[in-house]
């Protein structure tokens, strides 16, 4: 079985590096399967390899060709790219586990041949009992070998009974499966625990065991970073592997995502999907620098391009204990994605056809003003959706005031907004100056003279820099603001 004094490993040779993303097409991409495919890549890219991508579609029903068009546009937008897929096939294709029978063919047949399978005819229930009666007299749940030793009349007769057949890998012997995992060191795992398990199901598709290990083998994937969910798969592939003499990759069983509360990331955590954080403006970069530190450390702590996130990474550096989601950092890499954009590049995300907004905003600003909008609101906006706000504040009219605009607008004293109403026609494009000329006035300074201008001329309490909003809009909005903002003021002495 090519068993060595240290375990399975895979044979040292000079092949090239390969790694893989193999997501199911049974829904759209979350930041738990983004992560995983991310890392592959990032690995790949550091060590100089090839990264693949492989669609595990091998369940009809739930598997469905949208998502798989969608998990290839949405990885693409993201900055993933692949040298062989479902859509770029090589010599070790076709790379989508339903066009793969005659390879899955091929080695069942060897599997049989060498006489390391068996049929199972166990039903559903029969299987549901014995492993209730197992944990019931504590012992770890594996299949009770009923259907192992069966003769070869025993299987007939079942045949003919109509009984359908799923096909079991043997496992025997009381050695030990040990290898050394990429992320969690050492691993050992007791042939004795593992029962026979099922390599192909009864309606003849492959369990996922089989064609996963397999495809890896064939495709010549060298290294593979997965979720620690599939931990106690690895050493029944690993067996499995080397039953067929195929070469076994390295794995690597990274730590699950969770979210601030320590629950695995669920729907109450916010945003968790790809295409919906996508839609709210986020920029792949940020995504991609807020998902390749969770469970991955970097020494530098800023922002990074792709390259540099690839030549900094290490497997050394991914972590065992849970990686933590939370909203706040990615917002901060949002920020940092834009701060490392120019003023052009935010103006086309903010206003070009792939603005999840532009329709809202083409609606709300003044034509002729988008542009000048953008470079306003630049520092002020994290994801799409802020610029919305900031269109409303800024360019509609009457001007909506928020709650916190309100109360500083009914504390202030009357006389301000009409020391500023007085002086605009002599200061029209110069804020600094009206200011001055409003402090002069009224003996008013600091806080208590910019908090109440802020809210009269932008409706809110903070905002862009305000020479640049009263430049933006110009004398005759400013009076018209003035005007309603001095109706709201000294409301609450009622
Ligand atoms: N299709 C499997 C999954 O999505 C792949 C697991 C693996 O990476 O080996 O969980």
Redesign the pocket.
Known sequence: MGRTETGYHPPMSATVIRTRF???PTGFLHLG?VRTALFNFLAARLLGGEFILRS?DTDAERSRDEYLDALLTDLRWLGISWSAGPDADDSHGPYQQSLRGAAYAKHYALLEAAGHTYPCFCSATELAVARKAQLASGRPPRYPGTCRELSAEERAERAAAGRAATLRFKVSGEDSVRFQDLVRGPQRFELADIGDFVIRRSDGTPAFFFS?AVDDALMGITH?L??ED?LSNTPRQIIMLAALELPIPRYGHISMVVADDGAPLSKRHGSTGLRELRSFGYLPLAICNHLARLGHVYDDPGFMSMNALADNFSLERLGRSPARHDTTQLRHWQKEALAHGDAEAFASWLLGSESPVGDELAALLPDGREQAFAELVRDNVEVAGDALHWAAQLCSSPMPVTSAALEVLRACEPRLIDAAIRQIDAHPDDFRALAVAVRADTGLAGKALFMPLRAALTGDTHGPEMARVYHFLGPGEVSARLAQARSLVGLSVS
């Open positions: 193999a997501p199911s399967n595990e996963n593979v997965r979720g599939h």
